[in-house]
T-cell receptor, first 118, second 113 residues
Framework: AQKVTQAQTEISVVEKEDVTLDCVYE???????LFWYKQPPSGELVFLIR??????QNEISGRYSWNFQKSTSSFNFTITASQVVDSAVYFC???????????????FGGGTRVLVKP | EPEVTQTPSHQVTQMGQEVILRCVPI?????FYWYRQILGQKVEFLVS????????KSEIFDDQFSVERPDGSNFTLKIRSTKLEDSAMYFC???????????FGPGTRLTVT
């Protein structure tokens, strides 16, 4: 069974500080997909990034960067120079690839609440 | 930019009543999902739907739940006899391709009294 663990329940930083969110996953599949979603106070779930298990190239997108380490089953997310608008709950999620046409459910971690203070 | 929409935004119902939550997925998407989030907790998968049938469902998705795509645009979740523990935010999501990113609607907050 697949499992996602986000050990940090809440992180509080001052604006302009960097913040790194940890995500550790478990799966028996060799092909899988990892995601980060953001849930701002308004409640919607906003897609941030998708990575497949064969793509360990880390990426930077603006102030966001991701560090995928297959050897340690981790998919960490960093916000550089945080801003107040980054305050939200961030969810890591895992989807196992299926050969059938069945849709691939997302298994979410418990989320990390990020509070950026001015 | 296309988006998933959900109605109503908030539904209050009495225990034992039936509710129908509605979703309009992104038009060219083929895979549809329902998730729920009990206040302050993680997002949980309920059901996935493809080619007009359920492709997977979780343990939560018991006989009280059903899904339907009554026409080419709407995707509904029905709870036949609501319980207090069904109170949660219900999210609809859709994706264009298998294992693709899922785009979520704004959610329907269901309150069962």
């Amino acid at each position: 069974a697949q499992k996602v663990t986000q050990a940090q329940t809440e992180i509080s930083v001052v604006e302009k500080e960097d913040v790194t969110l940890d995500c550790v996953y478990e799966t028996r599949d060799t092909t899988y997909y990892l995601f980060w979603y953001k849930q701002p106070p308004s409640g919607e779930l906003v897609f941030l990034i998708r990575r497949n298990s064969f793509d360990e190239q880390n990426e930077i997108s603006g102030r966001y960067s991701w560090n995928f380490q297959k050897s340690t089953s981790s998919f960490n997310f960093t916000i550089t120079a945080s801003q107040v608008v980054d305050s939200a709950v961030y969810f890591c999620a895992l989807s196992e690839a299926r050969g059938s046409a069945a849709g691939n459910k997302l298994t979410f971690g418990g989320g990390t609440r990020v509070l950026v203070k001015p | 930019e296309p988006e998933v929409t959900q109605t109503p935004s908030h539904q209050v119902t009495q225990m034992g009543q039936e509710v129908i939550l509605r979703c309009v997925p992104i038009s060219n998407h083929l895979y549809f999902y329902w998730y729920r989030q009990i206040l302050g907790q993680k997002v949980e998968f309920l059901v996935s739907f493809y080619n007009n049938e359920i492709s997977e469902k979780s343990e939560i998705f018991d006989d009280q739940f059903s899904v339907e795509r009554p026409d080419g645009s709407n995707f509904t979740l029905k709870i036949r006899s609501t319980k207090l523990e069904d109170s949660a935010m219900y999210f609809c999501a859709s994706s264009e391709r298998l294992s693709g990113e899922q785009y979520f609607g704004p959610g329907t907050r269901l309150t069962v009294t």
